[in-house]
């Protein structure tokens, strides 16, 4: 099965600084999978990943994928409270539909 | 239109009651799910659908009924739940991962249920 980890666990933050997350697969990943999560509501996608190497960015936010396409890593430039928020990894468990979380990293941002 | 509409927001319902949740989309996805989340964990899959028919099924209670009506809908019937299957509900939907992975999910803002 595919098990996905992330670190931190959680993370508090000042206003402005930079920040990375992590995400760690036991098996080689074939999609991976960034969202973003306010408490108690929906998910928001941020960026998907697929080749080994490639890095998305978008505002603030970069991704990036290993080239053994194993890690992820999310890393957020000159944070803002707008940014904080639960951020989790998924990736695909199987092939086709059996799509799977990582637990999840709490991020509080400071004024 | 990019959304998924989840109702209702939020539901209190006892263990004895028979309640819905539902959720639709206008994206001409053919694959809708539903997750559940506990406070402080993430979402675990319950139920995929695929063009309308059941294609997963993580061992849910049978308590839990899904149904998918048409390709735009999706209903999660609840019928004798316990205090401990108060969660997040979440609905999803994505272009059709029975044929592909690579496809991003579109989430709901889910229902929040609480049982007594």
């Known amino acids: 099965s595919q098990e996905l980890e992330q670190s931190p666990q959680s993370l508090i933050v000042q206003e402005g600084k930079n920040l990375t997350i992590n995400c760690t697969s036991s098996?080689?990943?074939?999609?991976l999978y960034w969202y973003k999560q306010k408490y108690g509501e929906g998910l928001i996608f941020l960026m998907m990943?697929?080749?080994?190497?490639e890095e998305k960015s978008h505002e603030k936010i970069t991704a990036k994928l290993d080239e053994k396409k194993q890690q992820s890593s999310l890393h957020i430039t000159a944070s803002q409270p707008s940014h904080a928020g639960i951020y989790l990894c998924?990736?695909?468990?199987?092939?086709?539909?059996?799509?799977?979380f990582g637990p999840g990293t709490r991020l509080s941002v400071l004024p | 239109d990019t959304e998924v509409t989840q109702t209702p927001k939020h539901l209190v319902m006892g263990m004895t009651n028979k309640k819905s949740l539902k959720c639709e989309q206008h994206?001409?996805?053919?694959?809708m799910y539903w997750y559940k989340q506990k406070a402080k964990k993430p979402p675990e899959l319950m139920f995929v659908?695929?063009?309308?028919?059941?294609?997963i099924n993580e061992s849910v209670p049978s308590r839990f009924s899904p149904e998918c009506p048409n390709s735009s809908l999706l209903n999660l019937h609840l019928h004798a739940l316990q205090p401990e299957d108060s969660a997040l509900y979440l609905c999803?939907?994505?272009?059709?991962?029975?044929?592909?992975?690579?496809?991003?999910?579109?989430f709901g803002s889910g229902t929040q249920l609480s049982v007594l």
């Open positions: 999803a939907s994505s272009q059709d991962r029975g044929r592909s992975t690579n496809e991003k999910l579109f």
């Open positions: 098996k080689t990943l074939y999609g």
């Open positions: 990943l697929q080749k080994g190497g």
């Open positions: 998924g990736a695909d468990k199987n092939y086709g539909q059996n799509f799977v």
């Open positions: 994206m001409g996805h053919r694959a």
């Open positions: 659908y695929s063009y309308e028919k059941l294609s």
